[in-house]
């Protein structure tokens, strides 16, 4: 369980400074927002296999590891997702420069209380939330949303929508579809939801393998730039 995993380590975290909001603009490779279905096809113990997963994931060393990788912090926020109005962050943006950062986020996360229950999917607001979203974010070289869920829309207007009446010049849209029976939510994931160079699907068999989905999706975003060359001059070491 993780929380166990983060009980371990909180004495090593309460005596490094926290992170805190972004206030002004500093040198950022990449804006990484995450975004988590908690709609009403998403029940008690599959919320907590998402917030629990989302917070082992990001104290896993391949991840850590990842997010120090190249020159330049990342810039992190979570936000939880279901109906047309209903979205709420769960960590504001904020730069990560050290372990004890992603630890003290992951502890946030792993204790957090489900935001709302029983309302529709609405993943067209949801993307145009995280679209206005990144108006607040630092001048980062990339943008990136990574948008998990297990359903298709059926609450307002459509990405499609979103994508053509929101601002996502230059941002990236990955997603991470959650199964069952079948793959279709993952084709519908591929066909509606990403957008733009290089997005994808990660899939997910279903909740219970929402822990390492996360994990795969987090280290491919985060070493995207580096493997495929897109680190500026300005940047390199």
Same mark, same amino acid.
């Given at each position: 369980?993780?929380?166990?995993?983060?009980?371990?380590?909180?004495?090593?975290?309460?005596?490094?400074?926290? /992170? =805190?909001? *972004?206030?002004?603009?500093?040198?950022?490779?990449?804006?990484? +927002?995450?975004? #988590?279905?908690?709609?009403?096809?998403?029940?008690?113990?599959?919320?907590?296999? +998402?917030?629990?997963? #989302?917070? /082992?994931?990001?104290?896993?060393?391949?991840?850590?590891?990842? @997010?120090?990788?190249?020159?330049?912090?990342?810039?992190?926020?979570?936000?939880?997702?279901?109906?047309?109005?209903?979205?709420?962050?769960?960590?504001?943006?904020?730069? *990560?420069?050290?372990? =004890?950062?992603? #630890?003290?986020?992951?502890?946030?996360?792993?204790?957090? +209380?489900?935001?709302?229950?029983?309302?529709?999917?609405?993943?067209?607001?949801?993307?145009?939330?995280?679209?206005?979203?990144?108006?607040?974010?630092?001048?980062?070289?990339?943008?990136?949303?990574?948008?998990?869920?297990?359903?298709?829309?059926?609450?307002? @207007?459509?990405?499609?929508? =979103? @994508?053509?009446?929101?601002? @996502?010049?230059?941002?990236?849209?990955?997603?991470?579809? *959650?199964?069952?029976?079948?793959?279709?939510?993952?084709?519908?994931? %591929?066909?509606?939801?990403?957008?733009?160079?290089?997005?994808?699907?990660?899939?997910?068999?279903?909740?219970?393998?929402?822990?390492?989905? *996360? +994990?795969?999706?987090?280290?491919?975003?985060?070493?995207?730039?580096?493997?495929?060359?897109?680190?500026?001059? %300005?940047?390199?070491?």
């Amino acid at each position: 369980m993780v929380g166990q995993r983060l009980l371990g380590a909180s004495a090593y975290a309460a005596c490094l400074l926290a /992170a =805190a909001p *972004i206030a002004a603009q500093e040198d950022c490779r990449l804006a990484l +927002q995450l975004g #988590l279905d908690v709609s009403a096809s998403v029940d008690t113990a599959e919320y907590r296999l +998402q917030a629990d997963g #989302l917070a /082992a994931a990001l104290i896993d060393p391949v991840v850590s590891d990842a @997010f120090f990788s190249a020159p330049g912090p990342v810039a992190l926020s979570v936000f939880e997702w279901s109906g047309r109005f209903q979205q709420d962050v769960l960590v504001d943006w904020t730069l *990560i420069r050290s372990e =004890a950062d992603l #630890l003290r986020i992951a502890e946030r996360i792993s204790g957090s +209380q489900r935001g709302t229950q029983d309302y529709p999917t609405a993943l067209g607001y949801a993307l145009g939330f995280a679209a206005t979203r990144f108006d607040e974010a630092p001048d980062c070289l990339f943008q990136t949303l990574d948008i998990s869920g297990d359903g298709q829309n059926n609450d307002g @207007f459509a990405p499609a929508a =979103a @994508f053509e009446h929101f601002d @996502f010049n230059g941002v990236t849209v990955n997603g991470l579809a *959650i199964g069952g029976a079948s793959r279709e939510i993952e084709d519908y994931f %591929a066909a509606e939801v990403i957008h733009g160079p290089g997005a994808f699907v990660e899939y997910a068999l279903n909740h219970d393998h929402f822990a390492e989905a *996360i +994990q795969r999706k987090l280290e491919r975003e985060l070493r995207a730039m580096i493997f495929g060359g897109l680190i500026p001059p %300005a940047l390199t070491p």
